[in-house]
């Protein structure tokens, strides 16, 4: 059964920095895509940014040019590198990861969800 735990989470201040980590273990073949969503008190899960196996990478507006998604296929690890971080940043960041795993000695596509890790940015 493959599990996807993140790391990283904490209070910063209005500017500062915070690098997320998402864990993914298991039986996993590939890591086909891994997003980060933010859940803010009261609100919905929304997708923050997302890698492909490809390389593609899909951003919110709100945080282009501040946060750099990047993942480790090796260590089957993704990161969300954060800066310049805002008030409205603040939530619980959640990892999602999708990708094919071995289950019997046959390939089966998994999805999974991490437990989310906290961010607080203070103004």
């Known amino acids: 059964q493959v599990q996807a735990v993140e790391s990283g989470g904490g209070f910063v201040q209005a500017g500062g920095s915070l690098r997320l980590s998402c864990v993914a273990s298991?039986?996993?073949?590939?890591?086909?895509?891994l997003g980060w969503y933010r859940q803010a008190p009261g609100n919905q899960r929304d997708l923050v940014a997302r890698i492909f196996s490809s390389g593609t990478t899909n951003y919110v507006d709100s945080v282009k040019g501040r946060f750099t998604i990047s993942t480790d296929q090796a260590k089957n690890t993704g990161y969300l590198e954060m800066n310049s971080l805002k008030p409205e940043d603040t939530g619980d960041y959640y990892c999602?990861?999708?990708?094919?795993?071995?289950?019997?000695?046959?390939?089966?596509?998994?999805?999974?969800w991490g437990q989310g890790t906290l961010v607080t940015v203070s103004s």
């Open positions: 298991g039986s996993i073949y590939r890591i086909e895509k």
């Open positions: 999602k990861v999708d990708g094919v795993g071995v289950v019997g000695g046959r390939y089966r596509n998994f999805e999974v």
